[in-house]
């Protein structure tokens, strides 16, 4: 083990793992021994400093295209593979409506290029995929509406600024999109890395368990959540918006009585199709399967429930073409609908990238999961995973008391507030497994990252709007090979 490996090591706090292993990874999913000893969090912040002699924060700002980049088209197409053909379209011409939906749907392609910027060395459990629409509101199990990261994905385990650069790259076009200047967005972007400096460094010597009982309730006054105020109306009509989306309200959006009493999902293609009885009778073995992957009192719950229709929908951008159901359900009586999300898990863009992820967590769908679990404070009480035709799906619920802020609506105030809030949440994500002190050593007291950060976006955006402009004229002329091979 040479210098620098010690030095990365010492600042993740583990040892290094096996061949083919995230290092470290293996002692969040493998046995528990309470006889280790823990690191003092004074000397995991020691070790996270230590890390800027090899890595000095100043590095990561700025990008430069790199001579052998591939043609982020390409990179596209190929994500292409393995989607239903029919859809492919759909996801293309999402795409091209904006430089913010094409970073939205090239995850690809700032996957390669994050692996080729400088990295820390610290290793942790990411999003995979933190860009500004992927955070927004949900229920609790208690009812309550939260702020935290919904999206997972791209979920896996890997550098941690992969996240946080992609979130800033997010900020800065967003407000390009909404007409934001230079200076503007510049500074949206180090209030971003300003929020998530500020977090690690709160979270540092907090206990544990203190820190996974931390929920951000918007409207109660939280400094670092929303604090302009223009920022806690946006978030209380957001939170309003969230209420209503509740199960009996889809049942009004989505289904209709059919004439033998029962319910039936309405057609509304291409987003929301009813399938055959086949693939009915599939996902509903697959439902059945997903239910010994929830707590054993969940299970029981599920029990109460029986299964009234399936349809297919289409969802998001990055999304679009991969397998997603919805399933209508019944408990006691008609005024008691339950909508789960049957939705497939793909490989994670960094996969190929970061290292293998313990065979425990090869499929899919229970990566996903785990990634949820992990990284919100409050995760659906329902989630889980299953296999369908040998492909791997999660299982949630639809849109139960979840709602989200319309980046459109992303500047001013609003803008520097929001992006702040986001870059806090992540820092309590990545927070969640011990991580918290290295990362406060790492990113320090000064503005030095958030500089550092806010380079990097403005370069980056530049380079999103060049592919975007590509792809769409490659879209236009028809010269998109939609499915590769």
């Not at 997010?170 to 230079?182: I, K, L």
């Not at 919100?376 to 035709?389: E, P, V």
Request: hydrophobic share 40%.
């Amino acid at each position: 083990m040479d210098l620098d490996e010690k030095t990365k090591a010492a600042a993740a706090g583990m040892e290094i793992g096996g061949a083919g292993v995230s290092p470290g990874f293996d002692r969040y999913v493998g046995e528990v021994d309470f006889r280790s000893k823990n690191q003092p969090w004074e000397s995991r912040r020691a070790a996270g400093k230590a890390l800027r002699k090899a890595t000095p924060r100043e590095k990561h700002a700025g990008w430069t295209t790199p001579s052998d980049r591939p043609n982020p088209i390409d990179l596209i197409v190929a994500s292409n593979r393995g989607r239903q053909p029919e859809l492919v379209p759909l996801r293309m011409e999402r795409m091209a409506a904006s430089p913010f939906a094409f970073l939205r749907g090239a995850a690809a392609v700032m996957a390669w290029d994050l692996a080729h910027t400088p990295i820390s060395g610290l290793d942790v459990v990411i999003d995979g995929d933190a860009h500004l629409s992927n955070f927004g509101f949900y229920g609790t199990a208690q009812r309550d509406v939260v702020f935290d990261l919904n999206d997972f994905d791209e979920t896996t385990y890997g550098p941690w600024e992969f996240d946080l650069k992609r979130l800033a790259a997010s900020v800065n076009v967003a407000a390009r999109d909404n007409g934001v200047n230079r200076k503007d967005r510049r500074a949206a972007v180090r209030r971003c890395g300003g929020g998530y400096r500020a977090n690690v460094k709160r979270l540092q010597d907090m206990g544990m368990l203190d820190l996974w009982h931390l929920h951000a309730y918007p409207g109660r006054n939280d400094p670092h959540i929303h604090p302009a105020d223009k920022s806690v109306a946006a978030a209380r009509q957001a939170v309003l918006k969230a209420t209503e989306q509740t199960n009996l309200h889809l049942r009004e959006q989505m289904a209709q009585r059919r004439p033998d009493g029962g319910w039936e999902f309405r057609d509304d293609p291409p987003v929301l199709t009813r399938v055959d009885s086949a693939t009915a009778g599939k996902i509903v073995a697959g439902l059945s399967a997903y239910t010994q992957t929830v707590m054993p009192e969940r299970r029981a719950l599920l029990r109460c429930y029986r299964v009234a229709d399936i349809a297919h929908r289409v969802v998001g951008v990055g999304s679009v073409a991969t397998r997603a159901y919805l399933a209508l359900l019944f408990g006691n009586g008609d005024d008691d609908p339950l909508f789960l999300q049957v939705k497939e898990a793909v490989a994670p863009a960094l996969g190929p990238y970061v290292a293998p992820l313990p065979e425990s967590l090869r499929h899919d769908g229970r990566r996903v999961v785990f990634g949820q679990r992990t990284l919100q404070a409050s995760s659906d009480i329902l989630i889980g995973w299953t296999t369908i035709d040998r492909r791997p799906y999660y299982v949630r619920q639809m849109r139960n008391l979840k709602g989200s802020m319309e980046t459109a609506k992303l500047t001013g105030d609003l803008l520097q507030s929001y992006a702040a809030a986001c870059g806090y949440l992540l820092a309590r994500a990545h927070s969640r497994l011990g991580a918290a002190a290295t990362l406060a050593g790492y990113c320090g007291n000064s503005e030095v990252f958030d500089d550092a950060l806010a380079d990097f976006a403005e370069a980056y955006a530049d380079q999103t709007e060049a592919d975007h402009e590509a792809f769409v004229k490659a879209y236009k002329s028809g010269k998109v090979l939609w499915i590769n091979g």
